[in-house]
Structure formats: structure tokens, C-alpha cells
């Protein structure tokens, strides 16, 4: 029994210790940021292709706000977003999506990028697991892997997760509202350009 209770508390201990080792989503990003400026050569040009992730718009947010902390860190020379835009409609790529090694190369040498960062960012329980790392174009080798981040569920990643108001649910709303019986209560024709229809009359004119 005391082997049990201590075993018990050992794990709400593990449980509330990682739960307290945890981030904001834009604290881990800048982390990584720092983690790579020490390992990866001054200079190198960046191309940001893909964040795994179930919601596309936490995707986009994590791609848009690591641009921006790559190129504030002078440490970095990053492709135009614009380009890699172009080559993602060509090669029809979800950038929230999973991408193979050899499809990191050819959009790495297509961007003339030098190093590519690639990561995910998972749900567990009440936090996120955001892993990132960098791999070289050419040899397709990972040049630095960022220690896994535990994101707490702030409001910004809460809104970013919701899926209040996506098109999933405007559909299903669309579909919803399409299914409900139409007003079956009959209108009162009268008689209009010669055309005759019948009137519904009151019982009592009826006797």
C-alpha cells in the first residue's frame, strides 16, 4: 500500500514538473532562434518550408513568426516568402503537411537556399510539442535540431486552434440550415392577369 502512494506521488510530481516546464509559443520560437544562431554557420540562407501541424493556420502563424526572428537575429540570409509561395502552388505542397528529405532538396535548390528549417508541433494533452531543426540542402544531413519546446495554451494558441469558425463548420452550418423543412403553410393566390387559382375560404361562407 505505501509502495503504491509512493508511486502515485512520484508520478504527480513528474506530471506537475513537466507540466510547469512550459513556454508560450512565441518564447519557443525565439528559443530556437537563439539554439541555431549557435550552431549554424553566420550567413547561411534560409528557406522556412514546412510546420506539421494539425491546423493550418497555426502552421502559417509559426512559419510567418519565425521569418521574422530569423531575419532580426543578422544572423541568417532568408529566401522571399514569395518564392517558395510560387514553388508551393507549382509542386501543390501543404506546408502544414508531412515532406520527404528528397522533396526538401529539390525546393531547397530551386529557393538557391543552403539549409532548409522544417518542424512540427503536436498536441499533447493540455500543452504543444513544437520540435524544429535545420537541414542542409546538400547533403540532406540535419546541421542542428532545437530541444523539443512544451507550449502552454495560451490565448494565442488557443485561437489559433479553434475551429470555431472555419470552413468545415460553415459547411456543415450551410448543410445544417439546408436540411430543415421549408414552410409548407399555403399562401393566399388571388386572381391576377386573367389566371385563376384556388382560395382557401372560411367555413363559415362555405355553408
Known amino acids: 500500500m505505501k509502495k503504491a502512494a509512493f508511486l502515485f506521488s512520484l508520478t504527480l510530481l513528474a506530471v506537475s514538473a513537466f507540466s510547469q516546464n512550459t513556454v508560450t509559443l512565441d518564447r519557443g520560437l525565439t528559443g530556437s532562434v ?3 544562431k549557435e550552431r549554424v554557420p553566420k550567413g547561411t540562407k534560409l528557406a522556412i518550408l514546412n510546420i506539421k501541424s494539425p491546423y493550418s493556420r497555426l502552421s502559417e502563424y509559426i512559419l510567418e513568426e519565425l521569418t521574422v526572428y530569423f531575419v532580426n537575429s543578422d544572423h541568417f540570409t532568408m529566401v522571399d516568402r514569395k518564392n517558395l509561395e ?3 502552388q507549382e509542386m501543390n505542397l501543404q506546408l502544414s503537411g508531412e515532406i520527404s528529405d528528397e522533396t526538401i532538396q ?41 530541444p523539443a519546446q512544451n507550449i502552454q495554451r495560451d490565448r494565442i494558441l488557443t485561437s489559433l486552434t479553434n475551429d470555431t469558425g472555419s470552413a ?10 439546408s436540411s430543415r423543412p421549408e414552410n409548407t403553410a399555403p399562401s393566399q393566390n388571388t386572381e391576377s392577369g386573367g389566371s385563376k387559382s384556388r382560395v382557401a375560404l372560411p367555413d363559415y361562407l362555405l355553408n
Open 34 to 36: 537563439t539554439h541555431f
Open 168 to 177: 468545415g463548420d460553415t459547411k456543415n452550418s450551410n448543410s445544417q440550415s
Open 86 to 88: 510560387l514553388i508551393q
Open 106 to 146: 529539390s525546393i531547397g535548390k530551386k529557393l538557391g537556399a543552403q539549409s532548409i528549417v522544417s518542424g512540427s508541433i503536436e498536441s499533447l494533452g493540455d500543452i504543444y510539442r513544437l520540435r524544429l531543426q535545420i537541414i542542409s540542402v546538400e547533403s540532406a544531413v540535419v546541421q542542428a535540431a532545437a
